[in-house]
């Protein structure tokens, strides 16, 4: 049988009243957009877009040629469609308006044009991770406080992994479903529908060489995945880290596994790497919808309340029994009064 395109997914899923009009044409042109950016990075050398852009951004990032272009591509495709109050990126400092000469819609849309970047030159999957909340009722110029809304409000999330294949996995909050480009035809046909991350697993995804700037309960943790079957856990671990979230996340929803970026004590003000709206909060609905578990270590990550529009969170995220488990350790720690 023929899989079904993502046009006709949407199709369905607004005929069946779970998503309207502006949000199917929402995900169309992120979608759209996310193919742009595959074909750009797909060029590699031959694109003139690898290395630096000589800038930096909100977070004091080098800026990658192609993290300006990926930005470009999704600011330009999502401007005329009248489905957007207001857009936010991991480059821009503020939320960037919808020009004058268009309509606004009901809907904002929060994205990480391209996560992993510094993976670009060396040809290490890279990725588009987006968020999507509704505007704020009444609120014309959405500023960031309309971005301020905790994870459970987002009303659809993905994210496109650049790899061997272009695959686009979203949640439209029934369920995680995954596409894949046809480069000859240039759509999205269905691949996988109603993916589940198992609920446990034997294989770990953290960089470990921040080791020595853990939380105790963290270095217990990894402690005891390294001592495999003469430990505690009685069994051997794997592990993976690619350095792209985006990468590493798909594994996990593909075949299992946590994915950790913890707080480390290394600069003891940053509560963590990577960021709460456009990386944790999108990630954390898809592995729920899919039956993982996602928190910062302490609290479900889709509880928080945002105070910044780039805050970061420590991220703990994949197959249900590890994340919990992991959880209990820094919750028990913090209940014994253990110094952080
Ligand atoms: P580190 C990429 O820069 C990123 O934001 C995530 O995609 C990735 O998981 C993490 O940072 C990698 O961080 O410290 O291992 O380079």
């Known amino acids: 049988m023929k899989p ?36 750009a990075v797909g060029k590699g050398a031959l694109g003139g877009v690898l290395g630096s852009a000589g800038t930096e951004n909100v ?29 936010a990126s991991e480059e821009m400092d503020d939320p960037h308006p919808i020009p004058d000469r268009y309509p606004k819609g009901e809907y904002l849309l929060v994205f990480d044009p391209l996560d992993g970047s510094s993976n670009i030159d060396v040809n290490i999957s890279v990725g588009t991770i987006f968020s999507v909340l509704r505007c704020p009722e009444g609120v014309k110029n959405p500023d960031e406080k309309a971005f301020l809304q905790p994870g ?33 035809q240039g759509n999205f046909p ?14 770990f995804a953290i960089n470990m060489s921040n080791m020595r700037h853990w ?29 792209s979230m985006v990468a590493d996340v798909h594994r996990i929803l593909t075949r299992g596994g946590i994915f950790i970026y913890p707080r480390d004590l290394k600069d003891p003000g940053k ?32 509880d928080i309340t945002p105070a910044q529009l780039h805050q970061r969170v420590p991220v703990f995220l ?9 959880t209990g350790y820094h919750l028990a720690a913090d209940r014994a009064g253990e110094p952080a």
């Open 59 to 87: 977070q004091g990032e080098t800026q990658k040629k192609l993290d300006v272009l990926s930005n470009e591509i999704l600011l330009e495709a999502n401007a005329w469609g009248g489905h957007l109050a207001a857009l």
């Open 215 to 243: 939380e105790p309960p963290m270095r217990r943790y990894i402690e005891e995945l390294l001592a495999g079957k003469t430990g505690p856990r009685g069994r051997d671990f794997n592990m993976r880290w690619v350095a």
């Open 318 to 326: 994949g197959s249900k029994n590890e994340v919990e488990r992991v």
């Open 271 to 302: 509560p963590g790497k990577l960021r709460l709206m456009y990386e944790a909060n999108p990630m954390a609905f898809i592995v729920e919808q899919a039956g993982g578990a996602a928190t910062t270590g302490r609290e479900r990550i889709l």
């Open 190 to 203: 269905l691949t996988h529908s109603r993916l589940r991350i198992p609920e446990d697993t034997s294989e």
């Open 4 to 39: 079904i395109s993502l046009t006709q997914f949407l199709i369905e899923q607004q005929r069946e009243g779970r998503i309207n009009a502006d949000l199917r044409l929402l995900i169309e042109v992120v979608a759209r957009a996310c193919k742009r950016i595959s074909i």
């Open 152 to 184: 459970t409000q987002q009303v659809a999330a993905g994210y496109a992994v650049y790899g061997s294949s272009t695959v686009l996995v979203l949640t439209l909050g029934d369920g995680v479903h995954q596409f894949t480009l046809d480069r000859e």
